[in-house]
């Protein structure tokens, strides 16, 4: 029985991978993604390796990322049901523009269907463009551990809720209720 078929896929047909840096985490990720999507995930990595010499690789939160010094992304892919998802962290600077749009600013996804296949001329010059914008500096979350998508700049806060802001501060904010049964945080009155 092969390590792939030990992997838990979870809803997409996504690999359920442990943490860790280097190419072996993301090597057991593109291995244990099942059907057409393994020959995207593949493909694409190979793109991307032969495009960017010395490319550093992480797998995190079940998605492999790619970036030149090994803490900032530039580029992530994660599997969807009908397709395998690729962000580009700095998307909103490259031309063409990916097709979609994301809530974070900044953030632009490619959608690659079953039917569709990879454009990689339009792939290798967007990766091109996407390695020498700024990467993608991760958040970190109540363990330490970097999250992307969630830049430290202060333009990437304006989306955030007051609820969620909460999470992130040491201090509770006086105008919730931390203790709420329901697992969701409620107002309060202030008095």
Known sequence: MSAASNVKLLSGDNPQIPKGVGNAPVASYIAAVPGWKHGIVRAVDELVVSTIPGVK????????????????WFLSMHCFKTYVRLTFFNGTELDPLPEKSSKVPGVRYHDIGEAQGIDTDRLTAWIKQAVLLPGESCEKDHDGEARPGRCQRADRHAYRKPWRLARRNPRPHPGLDQASRSGR???VEMG
């Not at 690789?57 to 900032?72: C, E, I, Q």
């Open 57 to 72: 690789k992480a797998v995190k939160w079940n998605t492999p990322l790619y970036g030149l010094d090994g803490s900032t």
């Open 185 to 187: 945080r409620r107002r």
